[in-house]
């Protein structure tokens, strides 16, 4: 899709929903991208039951989508005619990760099946749930149910311990 400067009034509107107004204005890897991210920011703590910690992400995605569609519905037309349809990552990944779309991919496709995992895990319990006498249930339920949780906690805490490895490294060589 080509690219055009289109309503502004339809563009504000349009950027409530955190990624629409790129997709309306063409840009449709960076509209798509950071629509998913939006929703993804709700399907995943639901997925863990990790809501409290992670509601935050949700409202940072939807107002940097919100600031970022108005950013580009305020460029001038040689400004909007030169920007390059991006994924939302490659935004920042280029200048200050250095994360290549292939590393990009794979983080998300991880991320999508840790979040298929977490679903499983959710539904096959509340299977199990009926076959296990109540009182039993009642005591390891909530060793279960903060499986999800815990692991990505793990993850989160090993990704975390990845970037400063990577970053020290990246130090020490200069």
Not at 67 to 82: E, K, P, T, V
Not at 104 to 109: D, P, V
Request: hydrophobic share 55%; proline share 3%.
């Amino acid at each position: 899709m080509v690219k055009s400067n289109k309503s502004k009034a339809f563009t504000f509107i349009c950027s409530f929903l955190p990624g629409a107004a790129e997709m309306y204005l063409g840009l449709m890897k960076n509209g798509l991208t950071l629509m998913l991210a939006f929703f993804i920011s709700f399907m995943l703590p639901t997925a863990l039951r990790a809501g409290d910690i992670f509601i935050a992400f949700v409202f940072v995605v939807w107002f940097f989508g919100f600031f970022h569609a108005r950013n580009i519905a305020g460029l001038s037309d040689d400004a909007f005619a030169a920007l390059e349809d991006k994924y939302i990552w490659e935004e920042f990944t280029e200048s200050k990760l250095n994360i290549d779309s292939v590393v990009a991919n794979k983080w998300f496709a991880a991320i999508l099946i840790l979040i298929g995992v977490c679903v499983l895990w959710n539904n096959i319990s509340d299977i199990v749930c009926r076959y296990i006498p109540e009182a039993i249930w009642n005591d390891i339920y909530p060793i279960l149910s903060g499986i999800p949780g815990a692991v990505f906690a793990i993850l989160i805490i090993v990704a975390g311990v990845m970037l400063i490895k990577g970053k020290k490294e990246s130090i020490d060589e200069e």
